[in-house]
């Protein structure tokens, strides 16, 4: 298929509103080609430019990125590092393309526990996005989706020591408002692209009964294309969340 053909394999009624992706197989990508994991990481990074713009184009609500997990700070300290370079000096060259696009910016996980500097350009690029009313780039760094339900726990009991809260008010409303994705839909679709069958602690709460699309292609082959296939994919599935109804397929 040629490319810019795909798209009109698309039912614009059935978009999803929320896609998460959990960009895997950068390291891989480039033991392959005989390169240090971070020319791994910086390609991915050149995938995702043109995938943010495909979301953007699709008039996709959310775009969620899985950037950097809590348990990727096992990782060697020079690939940290690296890392946290490239997620600071990608958002300071792309910030006006991004604001251009009317892009938003968010950025979930424990904040707090990122190198200052990072801190800082992922606040001023939120500051500078806030308005922004296209694609929401809901970022995920230093997060995990246990982590952030026991986050969120912890705030509905500060809530009922405080008396803002009974017992019984505590439903599934109330905890999703707790959450660091507090006003965002929940993703409709998870991408994982390099094989891997799993869901690694991204999103754990939110998925439930999100659409799973994976792919054997590396995170920095992974094109606009690939999207498009997933997102064909996805419109073609029943979604019945429990009941006997038909969704988004028929
Ligand atoms: C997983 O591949 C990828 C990561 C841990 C990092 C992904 C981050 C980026 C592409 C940068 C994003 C930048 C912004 C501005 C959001 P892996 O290293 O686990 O690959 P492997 O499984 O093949 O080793």
């Known amino acids: 298929m040629k490319r810019g053909d795909i798209n009109q394999y698309l039912d614009i009624h059935k978009m999803p509103s929320h896609i998460a992706i959990i960009m895997d197989g950068n390291g891989r990508w480039a033991q392959e080609r ?13 995938a995702l430019k043109e995938i943010i713009i495909a979301c953007s184009d699709l008039n996709i609500k959310v775009l969620s990125l899985y950037a950097f997990s809590t348990e990727n700070w096992k990782r060697p300290k020079e690939e940290v590092n690296a890392l ?5 000096s990608s958002l300071k060259k792309e910030i006006d393309k991004l604001n251009e696009n009317n892009i938003k910016i968010r950025v979930i996980g424990e904040k707090e526990g990122l190198p200052e500097k990072v801190q800082k350009e992922v606040i001023k690029a939120e500051e500078r996005t806030k308005n922004n009313t296209g694609l929401i780039l809901n970022i995920a760094l230093n997060y995990g989706g246990r982590k952030e339900i026991i986050h969120s726990v912890k705030e509905v009991c500060k809530k009922v020591i405080n008396n803002e809260l009974t017992l019984d008010d505590i439903d599934e409303n109330i905890f999703s408002q ?4 507090n006003g965002l839909p929940d993703p409709d679709l998870i991408i994982r692209p390099s094989g891997e069958l799993r869901l690694s602690n991204f999103l754990l709460w939110q998925s439930a009964y999100s659409e799973f699309w994976f792919t054997p292609v590396y995170w920095p082959d992974f094109k606009k294309e690939h999207l498009i296939q997933a997102i064909i994919d996805y419109q073609k599935r ?4 429990g009941s006997i109804q038909t969704g988004v397929g028929e």
């Not at 005989?34 to 991915?44: M, N």
């Not at 946290?84 to 600071?88: F, I, K, S």
């Not at 707790?178 to 994705?181: A, K, Q, V």
């Not at 029943?238 to 969340?241: H, I």
């Open 34 to 46: 005989g390169l240090p994991r971070v020319s791994g990481h910086k390609a991915g990074v050149n």
């Open 84 to 88: 946290m370079n490239l997620l600071v």
């Open 178 to 181: 707790m959450l660091y994705t």
């Open 238 to 241: 029943n979604r019945r969340f």
